[in-house]
């Protein structure tokens, strides 16, 4: 049973930055892919940032996307994730998830609320 507990996140004002910490309990380096996904009120949880194929990143590009103001990256050692966010705006208020794919079984974390709000 794979496990994932994120971390980081909290209330911050807009313009301040965030890093999130996804750990897992086994090699991360074992996961087919991994990422980082929101859900904000009332909307649907959505892709932001994730790694494929080994250290290959994917971006979300869309109208609403904060694909240039975050940066996925890993730590093998530490088996963990993390998600640095810059520049926060309100509408990036959102539980974050981390999320992992290994051996065709998809794994969640309970997720970490981000609040940016004046």
């Known amino acids: 049973q794979v496990e994932l507990v994120e971390s980081g996140g909290g209330l911050v004002q807009p313009g301040a930055s965030l890093r999130l910490s996804c750990a897992a309990s086994?090699?991360?380096?074992?996961?087919?892919?991994m990422g980082w996904y929101r859900q904000a009120p009332g909307k649907q949880r959505e892709l932001v940032a994730r790694?494929?194929?080994?250290?290959?990143?994917?971006?979300?590009d869309s109208v609403d996307s904060v694909k240039d103001r975050v940066t996925i990256s890993r730590d093998n050692a530490k088996n963990t994730m993390y998600l640095q966010m810059d520049s926060l705006k309100p509408e990036d208020t959102a539980v974050y998830y981390c999320?992992?794919?290994?051996?065709?079984?998809?794994?969640w974390g309970p997720g970490t609320q981000v609040t940016v709000s004046s």
């Open positions: 999320n992992a794919l290994m051996s065709d079984k998809i794994y």
């Open positions: 086994t090699s991360i380096a074992s996961f087919g892919s």
């Open positions: 790694f494929f194929s080994g250290d290959h990143t994917y971006y979300v």
